[in-house]
T-cell receptor, first 112, second 110 residues
Framework: DAMVIQNPRYQVTQFGKPVTLSCSQT?????MYWYQQKSSQAPKLLFH???????NEADTPDNFQSRRPNTSFCFLDIRSPGLGDAAMYLC???????????FGPGTRLTVL | QKEVEQNSGPLSVPEGAIASLNCTYS??????FFWYRQYSGKSPELIMF????GDKEDGRFTAQLNKASQYVSLLIRDSQPSDSATYLC??????????FGKGTKLSVKP
């Protein structure tokens, strides 16, 4: 089945220790998104790729970076995680011809 | 600031009743609207999308859109305990991005 996959599902890191979250998709969608979601809050868009074009949201901290080496994969790098970065990180994809976004299962990040 | 507003709830309904979830949006340029269901600790799952004024039905779910009033709703008929979740309303923004509301927590009591 075509899908959006995120690894790992749960990630524990230490304060200040870099961490990378992974997203892959078999939908062959042009657009990939990274969202941060904290408890009882709406998903907050961090950035997205339209093909290779990177689009950063104005309020995304510099601590967050992303890479998209090919159509299928996208990575979220957190260079120096703080306690406030503990959250669910959601990857979503969209075909360039439609508006509907499809979410992966998410990665729950804990910062100790 | 483009916003999507939802009552955070919790909205509690008895099993078998109709649950009505509401959403308003500020961006008159939004053309598409989405309802996602999110169980606790899980990722959002698409329930329905709607582009045109009026009603759109899919099984027990009906989405309603009124662009003049900037209002979107989701009706769930014959509510089941398994429908208990947070429902996120989202409007299509610029560049195909979505603007999410904070969600309404629905509780269906057996």
């Amino acid at each position: 089945d075509a899908m959006v996959i995120q690894n790992p599902r749960y990630q524990v890191t230490q304060f200040g220790k870099p961490v990378t979250l992974s997203c892959s998709q078999t939908l062959n969608h042009n657009v990939m998104y990274w969202y941060q979601q904290k408890s009882s809050q709406a998903p907050k868009l961090l950035f997205h790729y339209y093909d290779k074009d990177f689009n950063n949201e104005a309020d995304t901290p510099d601590n967050f970076q992303s890479r998209r080496p090919n159509t299928s994969f996208c990575f979220l790098d957190i260079r120096s995680p703080g306690l406030g970065d503990a959250a669910m990180y959601l990857c979503a994809t969209r075909s360039g011809r439609a508006d509907t976004q499809y979410f992966g299962p998410g990665t729950r990040l804990t910062v100790l | 600031q483009k916003e999507v507003e939802q009552n955070s709830g919790p909205l509690s309904v008895p099993e078998g009743a109709i649950a009505s979830l509401n959403c308003t949006y500020s961006d008159r340029g939004s053309q598409s609207f989405f309802w996602y269901r999110q169980y606790s600790g899980k990722s959002p799952e698409l329930i329905m999308f709607i582009y045109s004024n009026g009603d759109k039905e899919d099984g027990r779910f009906t989405a309603q859109l009124n662009k003049a009033s900037q209002y979107v709703s989701l009706l769930i008929r014959d509510s089941q305990p398994s429908d208990s979740a947070t429902y996120l309303c989202a409007g299509g923004g610029s560049q195909g991005n979505l603007i999410f509301g904070k969600g309404t927590k629905l509780s269906v009591k057996p």
